[in-house]
């Protein structure tokens, strides 16, 4: 089971940066399967990053168009921690921002929420111009 909280949201201007963090409180796997995803008001909830790590140290990314270049995640496994860079920052990124995570039986990396067994609550970034 894990138990993930994020935190780092806020307000930005337009060009500017945040840098959001998630922290699982859980269970953690050998294979990690990890995402960002994100929720507009009124708009469905889209697949942002996605990192994958395997048993062997394997590492791989995956970003959804609209941010690609301008957000990077990253983790730390020491501290159990998943992380998104946000820069950039256009107005249309405003949105609650989730991090997730697959079953341990994961494959691959997923942008897609379906695939996803635990949430976090969520953290609010707001972008102005």
């Known amino acids: 089971q894990a138990n993930l909280a994020e935190s780092g949201g806020g307000s930005a201007q337009a060009g500017g940066s945040l840098k959001l963090s998630c922290i699982n409180s859980g269970n953690i796997y050998d294979t990690y399967c990890t995402a960002w995803f994100r929720q507009a008001p009124g708009k469905a909830r889209e697949g942002v990053a996605a990192?994958?790590?395997?048993?062997?140290?394997?590492?791989?990314?995956e970003y959804a168009a609209s941010v690609k270049g301008r957000f990077t995640i990253s983790q730390d496994r020491a501290k159990n921690s998943l992380y998104l860079q946000l820069n950039n920052l256009k107005p249309e990124d405003t949105a609650m921002y989730y991090c997730a995570i697959q079953p341990p039986t994961c494959q691959w990396w997923s942008l897609t929420h379906g695939d996803y067994q635990f949430w976090g609550q969520g953290t609010q970034v707001t972008v102005f111009s």
């Open positions: 990192i994958f790590t395997s048993t062997n140290g394997l590492v791989s990314t």
